[in-house]
Nanobody, 130 residues
């Protein structure tokens, strides 16, 4: 399994950026996809996640209303659109995959998971200048 993140870069505070992650080696539609980030000297933290069919999403409070997660199952790709970026958003952003037992069913997660992800990408750097 490979998760290849890209799209990071340098942006001014208040600006926007979209990062992408292409998955291979797995059946993409059978996985919850998530984004996490890690800033220097800090623990990795949950950012956002999305179900196999995009019906449900979950966001960290710190990004709610500014970031949007989406996915394209035909392209095996998950996106994170980041708007109104702040210096505190600067970090390495990682995509991750976790088996979705609701895939192909009408079942729903009580709450999308922020832990327990099985596969991780290599990360893409996002830098926000003030």
């Amino acid at each position: 399994v490979q998760l290849q993140a890209s799209g990071g870069g340098l942006v001014q505070a208040g600006g926007s950026l979209r990062v992408s992650c292409v998955a291979s080696g797995l059946t993409f539609s059978k996985y919850v996809m998530g984004w996490f980030r890690q800033a220097p000297g800090k623990d990795r933290e949950f950012v956002a996640t999305i179900t196999w069919n995009s019906v449900a999403t979950r966001y960290a409070d710190s990004v709610l209303g500014r970031f949007t997660i989406s996915r394209d199952n035909l392209k095996n790709t998950v996106y994170l659109q980041m708007n109104n970026l702040k210096p505190d958003d600067a970090a390495v952003y990682y995509c991750a995959a976790r088996s979705d037992p609701t895939s192909g069913t009408a079942r729903k997660w009580p709450q999308l998971p922020a832990v327990g992800y099985e596969y991780w990408g290599q990360g893409t750097q996002v830098t926000v200048s003030s």
